[in-house]
C-alpha cells in the first residue's frame, strides 16, 4: 500500500523531471521566470511537490531562487559550460583508451544500434531525440568500461553544458559532422586504434568550445 509520503516522493519526482527536461531542452528559456503556482496548475498537483521541485534544480544551478522577486531560469553561465567540457575531455579521453582495450561485444553491438538511430533522427530532423542518442553514445562508453557511477557523477555537472549542446543543434543543422565522429570513434574502438581515438574524442568534444561564441552574439540574452 502507498503511503502518504511515497505519493509526495513521487510527485516531486515527476515534476522535477518535467521542469528539468524543460529547461535543458530550452522549452524553458533561459531567463524566463517562473512560479510555483503556475507550474503546480500545469501539472495538475499542489504546490508542495513543487516547491522541493524547485529547491533541487535550484542545487543543479538550473534554477536561480531569487528572495521577493521570485525564480527564474538560469542563464547559461559560460565557465560552467568549460568546467564541464573540460572534465568530460579528460574523462572521455580515458575512456576511450579503455574501450580500446577492452570492449564488451554486447556493448559494441549498443554503439552500433545507437549510430543507426542518429542517422534516422537527421532524416527525420528530430533534434531533441538526436541530442538524447548522443548522450546516450557516450553513456555506452563509460558504463561498457565498467564505468557507470562516473558517468552518473558527471551529470550532475553538466547541466550548462548540455544545454548549449542542445542550442547548438537547434541553431546547426550540420548534425552528420557530429554523427561522422561517432561512427569514427566506434570503428577505432573496433580497431583498437587506442591512440587516434584519444586524438578524434578530443576533436569531438571541442567542438563547443569553436562554436560558443557565435551562439553567444546569436542568443546573447541566454548567457551570462
Not at 521566470?33 to 496548475?41: D, T, V
Not at 575531455?89 to 544500434?113: H, N, Q
Not at 530532423?125 to 555506452?140: A, P, R, T, V, Y
Request: proline share 2%; glycine share 2%; hydrophobic share 40%.
Amino acid at each position: 500500500m502507498l503511503t502518504q509520503q511515497t505519493v509526495r516522493r513521487s510527485t516531486r519526482d515527476h515534476s522535477y523531471q518535467i521542469l528539468k527536461e524543460k529547461i535543458l531542452n530550452l522549452e524553458l528559456e533561459p531567463g524566463t521566470k517562473i512560479s510555483e503556482k503556475e507550474i503546480a496548475e500545469q501539472l495538475n498537483v499542489s504546490r508542495t511537490p513543487v516547491r522541493e521541485a524547485f529547491m533541487k534544480l535550484a542545487q543543479e544551478e538550473l534554477l536561480d531562487i531569487i528572495p521577493q522577486s521570485g525564480t527564474i531560469v538560469s542563464r547559461i553561465n559560460l565557465e560552467h559550460v568549460e568546467e564541464g567540457r573540460f572534465i568530460r575531455e579528460v574523462l572521455e579521453k580515458e575512456i576511450v583508451a579503455l574501450a580500446c582495450k577492452a570492449f564488451p561485444g554486447d556493448y559494441r553491438f549498443k554503439l552500433e544500434s545507437n549510430i543507426v538511430m542518429q542517422d534516422l533522427c537527421v532524416e527525420q530532423k528530430n533534434i531533441l531525440k538526436l541530442f538524447e542518442l548522443d548522450e546516450e553514445f557516450h553513456q555506452i562508453l563509460f558504463f561498457g568500461c565498467k564505468k557507470g557511477r562516473t558517468w552518473k557523477m558527471l551529470q550532475l555537472l553538466n547541466s550548462h553544458f548540455n544545454r548549449l549542446r542542445i542550442l547548438r543543434l537547434q541553431s546547426n543543422s550540420d548534425w552528420d559532422h557530429i554523427i561522422s565522429q561517432h561512427k569514427l570513434i566506434y570503428q577505432l574502438i573496433v580497431n583498437k586504434d587506442e591512440e587516434q581515438a584519444v586524438k578524434v574524442m578530443e576533436q569531438h568534444l571541442r567542438l563547443v568550445v569553436i562554436e560558443k561564441e557565435f551562439l553567444k552574439e546569436r542568443y546573447p540574452y541566454y548567457f551570462i
